[in-house]
């Protein structure tokens, strides 16, 4: 039994103050976490944005002895480890990962190039997984860390014209759950938020090819799917209640348990698409989706061939 006085000890003071790097800071979910992140001086924050965003974030934080600002393009491998060794010298390491900078391209299969789906997949998972492996020898020798990979409801189901989007979320995925085994004896903690829809402006920001550009008023074959999931997920998203700052919050939460979930639904939506995932049978999880896509009954009749 513990002796009385330990109970009336004044608590030692806290030294350890994670350091917490954050990509995509512009906008968004990175924008939010890092204005969540601003006033907590428990912690030493990296906000980071490709150099063309910057200003933005310079408009927004004053940059002090516990909130740094720098330019980080994700796709880029010289500028990933330029960054960490910076990070490395000046706090001896990251602490905590969260990987949110990302694109999303809409536009259907066929409709993408080689070229779109290299710079889908190099924002969205070839860069993330690029700082994973810089920020891992540190977690791995201090015996804790976390990485937050910001995912979607994409990574759980794919949705027509976003095929590259899902992939990278999917490859995103993947990764982390191999990766949750490979960390949890060295006591690194890996967790997936998934977002679905979230009310703000984002999906103005969508990547087009050269054939998805709405400007050529999306004739031909695919005109349907064009014309009612660009609408159809414009809608849902002001329609959704769950705000950037929202997600933020569940961020941090994820930031401060002890051992977070690997997979953390971080909207209502996102929350009832796993679950349907989960106890819907597979033979009839596709056709229900189909049947609740705006119109997907009469997409492409005057252009399909299929046989009756």
């Known amino acids: 039994m513990r002796p009385l006085i330990y109970f009336f000890q004044r608590k030692k003071p806290q030294y350890y103050k994670p350091v917490v790097l954050i990509t995509g800071c512009s906008s968004g979910i990175g924008m939010a976490v890092a204005k969540l992140l601003h006033g907590r001086t428990e912690y030493r924050i990296i906000a980071t944005a490709r150099e063309k965003s910057l200003e933005k974030v310079r408009n927004e934080f004053l940059e002090d002895e516990r909130f740094l600002i720098r330019a980080l393009d994700v796709t880029d491998e010289k500028s990933r480890e330029q960054l960490i060794r910076d990070i490395n010298r000046t706090w001896g390491g990251v602490d905590i990962l969260i990987n949110n ?114 400007t050529r008023n999306w004739s031909g074959p695919y005109c349907d799917f064009y014309k009612n999931m660009t609408p159809f997920v414009e809608r849902m998203m002001n329609m959704s209640l769950t705000t950037p700052e929202k997600v933020a919050k569940q961020i941090l939460k994820a930031m401060k348990a002890e051992n977070p979930p690997l997979w953390l639904p971080a909207t209502l939506d996102a929350t009832v698409f796993y679950y349907i995932r989960r106890l819907l049978p597979r033979r009839m999880l596709l056709p229900f989706l189909y049947w609740c896509l705006p119109g997907a009954r009469n997409w492409a009749k005057e252009h399909s061939h299929r046989r009756k």
């Not at 949705?159 to 004896?185: N, Q, V």
């Not at 006591?187 to 709405?214: E, M, W």
């Open 101 to 214: 900078a990302g694109i999303s391209y809409r536009a259907v299969v066929e409709h993408m190039t080689e070229q779109d789906e290299e710079l889908q997949m190099a924002t969205n998972y070839f860069g993330p997984m690029g700082l994973i492996r810089l920020c891992l020898p540190h977690m791995r020798e201090t015996g804790r860390g976390k990485i937050i990979n910001i995912s979607s409801v994409s990574g759980m189901l794919a949705m027509p014209t976003m095929s590259a989007y899902s992939a990278s979320k999917f490859a995103l995925e993947g990764a982390s759950e191999s990766l949750w085994y490979e960390m949890r004896p060295f006591g690194v903690r890996i967790c997936l938020v998934q977002p679905g829809f979230i009310h703000s402006p984002s999906h103005k920001n969508v990547y087009h090819t050269a054939q998805s550009d709405p």
